[in-house]
């Protein structure tokens, strides 16, 4: 079954810090990758995605992820945060005609 | 389009009663999902629909807890009794092949 790892679930940081979220996928192949957030009290968001070409993928609000297929891996990043970047990250993946899987998020604190 | 549309936003009910969670997907999108999020158990994928047939039932936690989609605009989520362990987000999502996912606001079950 496909699945997704996120690590490192809770993450502090300061105001301007950068931010890398790590996430690997189970298997090889033809795959569909994306990024969520969901700030506090709401539902999930959309923040990026990846299908095919250019691996390095631009998203709202300064977020990047790089997709990496030697490595299984779509990270997620943000060079400078802000507070309103408090909010739980998930990762997901999506093989084929199978569901969309998600990994167990990632919950990012910003401090002022 | 308005998005994925839950109701009610919020329900309170005492343990025992029924539930019944409503979702209007976004027209077009041939696929649904059910997940419940919780502070100790995270976003948790209880069904999934695909052309309003049921796929994947396997996280729907118990014989209380049924899903129906009678047709492509509309699917409820039934709990029967409820239980104060029930108390959680109940989040739906909809979407077309390609996986993107869009969620609806949630409700939020509070069963005292």
């Known amino acids: 079954a496909q699945s997704v790892s996120q690590h490192n679930h809770h993450v502090i940081l300061s105001e301007a810090a950068s931010l890398e979220l790590g996430c690997n996928y189970s298997?090889?192949?033809?795959?569909?990758l994306f990024w969520y957030v969901q700030y506090p009290g709401q539902h999930l968001q959309l923040l990026l995605k990846?299908?095919?070409?250019?691996?390095l993928v631009k998203g709202i609000k300064g977020f990047e992820a790089e997709f990496i297929k030697s490595k299984f891996s779509f990270n997620l990043r943000k060079p400078s945060v802000q507070w309103s970047d408090t909010a739980e990250y998930f990762c997901?993946?999506?093989?084929?005609?199978?569901?969309?899987?998600f990994g167990k998020g990632n919950q990012v604190v910003v401090i002022p | 389009d308005a998005g994925v549309i839950q109701s009610p936003r919020h329900e309170v009910t005492e343990m025992g009663q029924e539930v019944t969670l409503r979702c209007k997907p976004i027209?077009?999108?041939?696929?649904l999902f059910w997940y419940r999020q919780t502070m100790m158990r995270g976003l948790e994928l209880l069904i999934y629909f695909n052309n309003n047939v049921p796929i994947d039932d396997s996280g729907m936690p118990e014989d209380r807890f049924s899903a129906k989609m009678p047709n492509a605009s509309f699917s409820t989520l039934k709990i029967q009794p409820s239980e104060p362990r029930d108390s959680a987000v109940y989040f739906c999502?909809?979407?077309?092949?390609?996986?993107?996912?869009?969620f609806g606001q949630g409700t939020r079950l509070t069963v005292v």
């Open positions: 990846y299908f095919s070409g250019d691996p």
């Open positions: 997901a993946s999506k093989r084929g005609n199978n569901r969309l899987a």
């Open positions: 298997y090889g192949g033809t795959v569909n």
């Open positions: 027209s077009g999108h041939n696929s």
């Open positions: 999502a909809s979407s077309l092949g390609d996986g993107e996912a869009f």
